[in-house]
């Protein structure tokens, strides 16, 4: 993932129809300024483009941000169409307005966590800091 002394890169991807960015701004705002080097991709992505950005940009980590309830098939497509890329070790987290019963339904198809609204950004910055292995890089 880039030079050794580079930032990790992420990934924040809107995908669906969902229209409202908001959530996903602050999230990327935020781990730019954790020190990770973040793609946008802005509203209405397409999975296949999402995962196209994903291995051009070289990312380690993809963060789908979903309100619009269609969370669990988005992240079981954007799951597999990484792993059918040969792109499995891409990790994926979802974030948004998920309802706590699919946190399990949401792992399950492959999210490697879940943010839902009202995660504290400190515990986002921590776990994607885990998922990506910089704990101690960035």
Do not use: N, W
């Amino acid at each position: 993932m880039g030079a050794p002394d580079s930032p990790i890169r992420v990934l924040v991807a809107k995908p669906g129809l969902d229209g409202h960015d908001r959530g996903a701004k602050i999230v990327a705002r935020t781990l730019r300024d954790a020190g990770f080097e973040v793609i946008y991709t802005g509203i209405r992505q397409r999975i296949e483009d999402i995962v196209s950005i994903a291995l051009q940009e070289d990312v380690a980590l993809v963060g789908l941000s979903i309100l619009s309830g269609a969370h669990l098939a988005l992240t079981r497509r954007t799951v597999e169409a990484l792993r059918a890329a040969d792109a499995g070790d891409i990790a994926v987290v979802v974030g948004g307005t998920i309802p706590q019963q699919d946190v399990p339904k949401l792992q399950e198809v492959g999210a490697a966590a879940v943010f839902p609204t009202g995660t504290p950004l400190d515990v986002l910055v921590t776990e994607v800091r885990k998922l990506t292995g910089a704990a101690a890089d960035v």
